[in-house]
């Protein structure tokens, strides 16, 4: 019994001086390697946070969105990265090169897989937090933003110099610009405007070889991947340059609630008549949520709207098309854009925009995110059946999110994104849980993919389309970058359907060493990689 308790504590001191001994190696070598280019000393201590560093622990923490990878098991980083300089940036991907551990960028942390910061390879995060400036140019209607600003910011910073200006990202204020973009972004402009990547016109990366490239020098193959190909395959986005959309005065939303054991089901089964074809002023999303009320298990459909117009012309549109919303004036708020942004966020009306600037969320919980597309109306009974299944599972949801307009008339090649025209709407599967551990995990997620399974006869097929910035490890993985393409398609043709050849080439030529890696990046071509190098 001593013996074994003896062997026990020197395993775990083994163990505990195997790890710190390599991050200590990783940390000793980067320091180095970090000198030799040139970065000086004291800046070197300001960026590289070890595990002993006592404040490793928060940086990591506080741009972790998902609780999932909050826990003691969650593999760490050898060291964090924190640049403030365009030279740090090149160091830090010249020796991840170097010594062949991967890299992992991290901007917002809104990834829903947690891996912008979570490996199961000895890994670095390269953490963007500090790049974080924007500048509005409302003569021209652009502005350059960099990867680590937050959408809330964005729009903050637009609506302190023009109330007749905005931008087509997303809802949530508190991800990052990094991420989004490279996998497209999308929010309630979606179809006036059309997808966040529609409305960007230059960039700034450091590609695989540590070099700051833009939109002229890295020419437009590689201009088009950075657009929807997903962040972490093609280098580090140091900034976007965008253009701005314009937004009426005052625009109107709403929020009405309907339930499974009313008339819910006709309502959802009216908008997939005329979600795809309505005025593209309108933008509708609806909550599926099943809930307990009146002591009854039903399923509660939340429709809200956003309309670049007035409560009037609205109501025109709606009782004409849309008579099973119930929409009335009185439900109808009409405010400015930013308010509308605000509302969205689920802030209440006294809320200044000023909170926009806040880079934490409200709260963090464990989740998980699927996607879906759909194509043509799911049937009244088919409905019917969807709702009872939600209310067997337990705690999944559903968001709809309307499609058509703008999106219908740009081609599936002209960005990496490829879900255009066609499609009446997206599903996004959500589950939230705030029990800890390993079993919570398991019931959640389980519960999510018999959802997502039962859906299957109602949602596209061959290839099953998935959205990329809501990340899912389900739908295939490349064994963290290390296997390639045959894996890589499985996902690949989800994400980007007909695009992902074009990636792959654009892949193999820009990143041939294939650098930037991660579960679920761009592999490099099979065989003749090599030889479409540049
Ligand atoms: C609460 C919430 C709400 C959301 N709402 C929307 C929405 O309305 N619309 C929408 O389209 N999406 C939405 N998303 C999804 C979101 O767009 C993606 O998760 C996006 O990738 C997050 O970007 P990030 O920088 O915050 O994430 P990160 O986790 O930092 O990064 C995501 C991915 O991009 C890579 N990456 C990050 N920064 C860089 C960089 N500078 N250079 C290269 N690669 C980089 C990472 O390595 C990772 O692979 C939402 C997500 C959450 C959690
Ligand atoms: C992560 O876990 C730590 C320690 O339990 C906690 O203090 C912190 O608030 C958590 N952060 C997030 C984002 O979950
Ligand atoms: C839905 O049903 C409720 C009663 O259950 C009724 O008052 C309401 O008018 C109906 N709404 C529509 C849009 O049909
Ligand atoms: C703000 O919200 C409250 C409560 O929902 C509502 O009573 C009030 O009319 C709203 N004010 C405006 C200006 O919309």
């Known amino acids: 019994m001593k013996n074994f308790i003896i062997l026990l504590l020197l395993f775990n001191f083994l163990t505990v001086f195997h790890f710190s001994s390599a991050a200590d190696s990783v940390y000793d070598s980067f320091v180095k390697c970090f000198s030799e280019n040139k970065i000086p ?10 595990p002993n560093s006592p404040s490793f622990t928060n940086v990591l923490e506080s741009y972790i969105r998902n609780r999932r990878f909050n826990v003691s098991t969650t593999p760490k980083p050898s060291i964090i990265v924190t640049p403030t300089a365009e030279i740090h940036v090149s160091a830090a991907v010249l020796c991840a090169k170097k010594f062949g551990v991967q890299l992992k960028i991290r901007s917002g942390g809104h990834d829903y897989e947690g891996i912008s910061y979570v490996s199961d390879s000895t890994f670095i995060v390269l953490d963007m ?49 990094g991420g989004h973009i490279s996998g497209a972004g999308y929010g309630n402009l979606l179809r006036k405007y059309g997808l966040t990547v529609d409305h960007v016109i230059d960039a700034k990366i450091v590609d695989s070889n540590g070099v700051v490239l833009d939109r002229k020098s890295m020419g437009e193959d590689l201009f088009w991947a950075i657009r929807g190909g997903g962040g972490g395959s093609f280098g580090v986005i140091l900034a976007y340059k965008i253009k701005l959309v ?10 009405l609630e309907n339930f499974f054991d009313r008339n819910a089901t006709e309502s959802v089964f009216q908008y997939q008549q005329i979600v795809d074809k309505m005025d593209d002023d309108l933008f509708i999303r609806v909550l599926l949520q099943p809930i307990t009320r009146n002591r009854q298990r039903t399923v509660r459909a939340t429709f809200i709207g ?24 009185t439900d109808c708020h009409e405010m400015p854009w930013i308010n509308s942004v605000l509302f969205w966020a689920n802030y209440d009306n006294t809320t200044s925009p000023s909170v926009l600037l806040s880079r934490t969320p409200d709260s963090v919980n464990f989740l998980k995110r699927k996607s879906d597309y759909v194509k043509s109306p799911i049937s009244i009974s088919n409905l019917q059946s969807i709702f009872r299944k939600m209310i067997q599972i337990g705690k999944v949801g559903m968001v709809f999110n309307s499609y058509g ?9 002209e960005t990496p994104f490829p879900h255009r025209a066609g499609n009446l709407f997206k599903i996004q599967y959500s589950v939230n849980w705030n029990e800890e551990g390993e079993e919570a995990d398991k019931n959640y997620i389980n519960q999510i993919r018999e959802l997502y399974s039962f859906m299957a006869p109602f949602v596209s097929k061959n290839p099953r389309e998935a959205y990329l910035n809501y990340r899912d490890l389900d739908i295939g993985t490349t064994d963290n970058g290390k296997k390639s393409y045959s894996q890589g398609k499985v996902y690949g043709v989800k994400y980007f359907k007909g695009n992902f050849d074009r990636l792959v080439k654009i892949k193999s030529a820009v990143d041939p060493d294939n650098v930037f890696r991660n579960e679920q990046s761009i592999p490099v071509m099979p065989f003749r990689g090599r030889k479409t190098r540049k």
């Not at 009037?312 to 929409?327: A, Q, Y």
Request: hydrophobic share 40%.
């Open 41 to 50: 000393d004291s800046q070197i201590s300001k960026i590289v946070y070890t």
């Open 306 to 329: 956003l309309f670049l117009g007035d409560s009037s012309r609205l109501l025109k549109i709606t009782d004409s098309i849309f008579p099973k919303l119930g929409l009335q004036k």
């Open 129 to 177: 937090f500090n790049f974080r400036s924007i500048n509005v140019d409302l003569e021209e209607e652009t502005a350059w933003v960099q990867s680590g600003a937050l959408l809330g910011e964005l729009y903050y910073r637009i609506w302190e110099k023009s109330r007749v200006h905005g931008f087509p990202a997303g809802i949530c204020p508190t991800v990052g610009v």
């Open 405 to 413: 307009g703008r999106m219908s008339e740009i081609s599936e090649s």
């Open 246 to 255: 314009p937004v009426p005065p005052s625009v109107t939303i709403f929020r």
